[in-house]
């Protein structure tokens, strides 16, 4: 097998994903009974065969993503994913407030009501960067990682037209 980009899904990964996987061993030339066998009798191939599937797993999951957000307490970040760079606005919050940021259900408009009327203050941050020399879907994939989830972009519009 070529070389792997992304790790071996989990367990539980690969239960949401059960159907497709079925597909993929069909494609392949395996059935139900053969897919007992090859566990029981040839682990490495089983592990092989999981590890290739989870490579077109992630390769299309991430040849999708536009936007992420990865959020802290007091620290929001999100991404937008172009072909060439990623693009990060942060919202920094310095000072004590009760504003948790990891609460994706609190509204933009509380979320800074509450700050001021806290006497916290919020602090918007951007960055760009051209993607690791890795790139681009490793890139993508090391955020997922750190805590990333794919989001729909509203985040970055409203943090990229405060900045």
């Given at each position: 097998m070529k070389e792997t980009k992304f790790r071996r899904l989990r367990r539980d990964e690969l239960e949401e994903v059960k159907g497709q996987f079925v597909k993929f061993l069909s494609v392949n030339g395996i059935d139900a009974d053969s897919w007992v066998k090859i566990k029981a009798n040839d682990p490495q191939r089983a592990d092989a065969l999981i590890l290739q599937f989870s490579?077109?797993?992630?390769?299309?999951v991430i040849e999708r993503v536009e936007y992420l957000v990865q959020r802290k307490p007091h620290d929001l970040r999100t991404y937008r994913t172009g072909p060439d760079k990623i693009e990060m606005r942060g919202?920094?919050?310095s000072g004590e407030?009760?504003?948790d940021l990891t609460n994706p259900d609190t509204p933009p408009e509380e979320i800074?009501?509450?700050l001021q009327a806290d006497g916290a203050r919020p602090k918007i941050y951007s960055a760009e960067r051209a993607y690791l020399p890795i790139g681009r879907d490793q890139d993508i994939f090391l955020r997922m990682e750190e805590g990333a989830l794919i989001d729909d972009g509203q985040l970055f519009q409203l943090l990229d037209g405060l900045s």
């Open positions: 490579q077109i797993v992630f390769s299309g919202l920094l919050i407030t009760s504003v800074f009501r509450q």
